[in-house]
């Protein structure tokens, strides 16, 4: 499986953005897909992830009604619409993919995923 993020960029506090990530390859066994960020001197960190056979989504509290993860399932395309965005969410967003059904409480946890993109950068300008 090959993960492709794109649509990182610079944009100004209160702004929005949205990321892409496109998965090819051996698609069909995936069972969630996420993003996580890693900001400069910082762990990288869950952010979103959605279940692939529902939909459900997962969020961590601190983008909780300002970010949305969705998914174009024909595409293999798993979105992160950012709004209201702050300086503290500048980071490098990876997206990333499981193989493993795991239990949802685990979906923020980096050992969950098998596959990761590459890294867009996103600038939040103050």
């Known amino acids: 499986v090959q993960l492709q993020a794109s649509g990182g960029g610079m944009v100004q506090a209160g702004g929005s953005l949205r990321l892409s990530c496109a998965a090819s390859?051996?698609?069909?066994?995936?069972?969630?897909m996420g993003w996580f960020r890693q900001a400069p001197g910082k762990e990288r960190e869950f952010v979103a992830a959605i279940r692939r056979k529902d939909g459900n989504t997962y969020y961590t509290d601190s983008v909780k009604g300002r970010f949305t993860i969705s998914r174009d399932s024909a595409k293999n395309t798993v979105f992160l619409q950012m709004s209201s965005l702050k300086p503290e969410d500048t980071a490098v967003y990876y997206c990333?993919?499981?193989?493993?059904?795991?239990?949802?409480?685990?979906?923020?946890?980096?050992?969950?995923?098998?596959?990761w993109g590459q890294g867009t950068l996103v600038t939040v300008s103050s």
């Open positions: 390859g051996r698609t069909f066994g995936l069972y969630v």
């Open positions: 990333a993919a499981s193989s493993t059904n795991n239990a949802d409480y685990y979906y923020s946890a980096r050992w969950n995923y098998d596959y």
